[in-house]
């Protein structure tokens, strides 16, 4: 069975503080996707970024980077500098190739970051 | 862009009500879903649907239908609603392909008497 795991609940940080979001994720599936989205106060989850498990290279995207790594099951969030805007809910979620692309999702971790 | 809307942004029902939530997409995509989003649980899959007048149930359908008699649109039906299906509602759609993104809608947030 597929599960994501976002062991953290809320992180605070004060602006331009790096912050890291964990995601561990279970899958018995050779093939999978991983997702992060982002959920502001007005509560539309935008998609950030969309992984498959056979490409394994950190991505950046300007103040943010991704880390996934196969051997622990892990595909973690860096935000750099981190501002004000940053302040919401980051989801991870994974979809199994035979899953019909059914997606699910963590619990979600709050980011508070303060002026 | 793709845009994902649902028909309404707060909802407020009574117990017993019939409840619809509408939710139209317009990217041409296959694939549409219907999730609740509650506090400490994340996004639960309740229906979703990959073609016109076709649908599977997801993880939690229990209390909810669902209805696609066109493409662009995809209605979650709430036939008696009950104080524990005050939630938050997101529609999302995507293409066909294995592991597509999916694109979410604004959501819409019930609250029931």
């Known amino acids: 069975a597929q599960k994501v795991t976002q062991a953290q609940t809320e992180i605070s940080v004060v602006e331009k503080e790096d912050v890291t979001l964990d995601c561990v994720y279970e899958t018995r599936d050779t093939t999978y996707y991983l997702f992060w989205y982002k959920q502001p106060p007005s509560g539309e989850l935008v998609f950030l970024i969309r992984?498959?498990?056979?490409?394994?290279q950190n991505e950046i995207s300007g103040r943010y980077s991704w880390n996934f790594q196969k051997s622990t099951s892990s595909f973690n969030f860096t935000i750099t500098a981190s501002q004000v805007v940053d302040s919401a809910v980051y989801f991870c979620a994974l979809s199994e190739a035979l899953s019909f692309q059914k997606l699910v999702f963590g619990t979600g971790t709050r980011l508070l970051v303060s002026p | 862009d793709v845009k994902v809307t649902q028909s309404s942004r707060y909802l407020v029902k009574r117990t017993g009500e019939k409840v619809f939530l509408e939710c139209v997409q317009d990217?041409?995509?296959?694939?549409m879903f219907w999730y609740r989003q509650d506090p400490g649980l994340g996004l639960r899959l309740i229906y979703f649907s990959y073609d016109v007048k076709m649908k599977e149930k997801g993880d939690i359908p229990e209390g909810y239908s669902v209805s696609r008699e066109k493409k662009e649109r995809f209605s979650l039906i709430l036939e008696s609603a009950s104080t524990n299906q005050t939630s938050m509602y997101l529609c999302a759609s995507s293409s066909g392909e294995p592991g597509e993104t999916q694109y979410f809608g604004p959501g819409t947030r019930l609250l029931v008497l």
């Open positions: 990217m041409d995509h296959e694939n």
């Open positions: 992984r498959n498990s056979f490409d394994e």
